[in-house]
């Protein structure tokens, strides 16, 4: 499966890109990345470092956008993931350099090169692919499969109570992004605060020893501290991993299909995913918004425990270089 990772690491796209390197299913056509978790420039610069730790610099990385469509950047979720966007661990640069094409020009390209073969898969917010759409609207013909972390369908958000971080970092192209009709799923909040990783099992991953490793489960050690403190938890939600967990295996997770529309005005609920979960049809007169948007296909419950045994499986058989 050809895929292209846009990223904003962050500590769980950390984690997720090892899930992703660690499988021979996945055919890695590059990474693209976001201004989210931190600035840009240090979202590429963790790309490219995780990169160089797994041993796979023959990925190519492209930069995208530094900020949203209609607002400044907010600046980097410190206490989430770290100044560094790696738990602090302010690891060594990579030598290695970003190519010179910008995100949106190179997932145009990437899909452009093989019609109906490339999965897009987003874990930050969805700018880069909303600047992809309208640098080519064509790709939304010739992409195999669409799939984003984010959002929050039939539950609370997590930056407020009613958003989710991803969705409303960049409201405007998360709306132009679900407004398009392209095959799209939503790995959102229902299902990522449905599989929990503890604390545990990351200590077991991290005993492992590889290079990679050593930053995605040392970079953890902040996540875990700030779960704790804010959540109560000895252990963490598994976010952007979870749409690797389901492409490899659909079957653990429950779907529905909705029109979805993303609240973008200056109000409580802006950033909100809103699902059309009913035909309001015999209201005459009325208006409705959705008409006209295609359905996406909604993961709105998973089995979180075989989700987790999924990714601790997966890590377990993995081998990365040990040393860098
Ligand atoms: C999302 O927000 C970011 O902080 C995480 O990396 C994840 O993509 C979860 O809401
Ligand atoms: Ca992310």
Do not use: H
């Given at each position: 499966m050809k895929i292209i990772i846009d990223t904003d690491p962050g500590i769980d796209d950390g984690l997720a890109i090892m899930l992703a390197l660690a499988c021979p299913e996945f055919d890695i056509l590059g990474l693209t990345t976001i201004f989210g978790n931190v600035p840009v420039e240090l979202a590429t610069e963790n790309a490219l470092r995780l990169l160089d730790l797994a041993g796979r610099s023959d990925i190519p990385v492209s930069q995208g956008a530094a900020k949203s469509w209609e607002t400044p950047y907010g600046g980097a979720k410190s206490a989430v993931h770290g100044e560094d966007g790696?738990?602090?661990?302010?690891s060594p640069t990579s030598a290695q350099k970003p190519l010179e094409t910008t995100a949106a020009e190179f997932i145009v390209s990437q899909i452009s090169k093989f019609p109906n073969e490339v999965t897009l898969i987003a874990l930050g917010p969805l700018t880069n692919l909303a600047d992809a759409l309208k640098h080519d609207p064509e790709i939304q013909h010739k992409v195999k499969e669409v799939l984003f972390m984010g959002g929050n369908a039939f539950c609370a958000g997590n930056?407020?109570?009613?958003?989710e971080a991803n969705i409303l970092a960049d409201p405007e192209a998360a709306d132009f992004v679900l407004g398009h009709h392209w095959p799209m799923t939503m790995v959102g909040l229902d299902v990522t605060q449905k599989t929990y990783i503890p604390s545990k099992l990351i200590a077991e991953l991290a005993a492992i020893p590889s290079a990679i490793g050593n930053q995605v489960f040392g970079a953890y050690r902040h996540y875990l501290k700030f779960y704790k403190e804010?959540?109560?938890?000895?252990g963490t939600w598994i976010h952007d991993s979870s749409v690797f967990t389901y492409l490899l295996n659909k079957e653990l997770y429950r779907t529905s299909e909705y029109p979805i529309l993303v609240e973008?005005?200056?109000?409580?609920?802006?950033?909100k995913t809103w699902p059309?979960?009913?035909?309001?049809?015999?209201?005459?007169?009325q208006e409705n918004p959705w008409l006209g948007r295609p359905k996406v296909n909604i993961c709105?419950?998973?089995n979180g425990k075989k989700a987790v045994s999924l990714l601790k499986n997966r890590l377990m058989n993995a081998t990365f270089p040990i040393e860098k």
């Open positions: 790696q738990g602090n661990l302010f930056t407020n109570p009613v958003a804010v959540n109560q938890m000895d973008t005005a200056d109000c409580i609920s802006r950033g059309s979960i009913k035909d309001y049809s015999f209201i005459a007169g709105d419950d998973v």
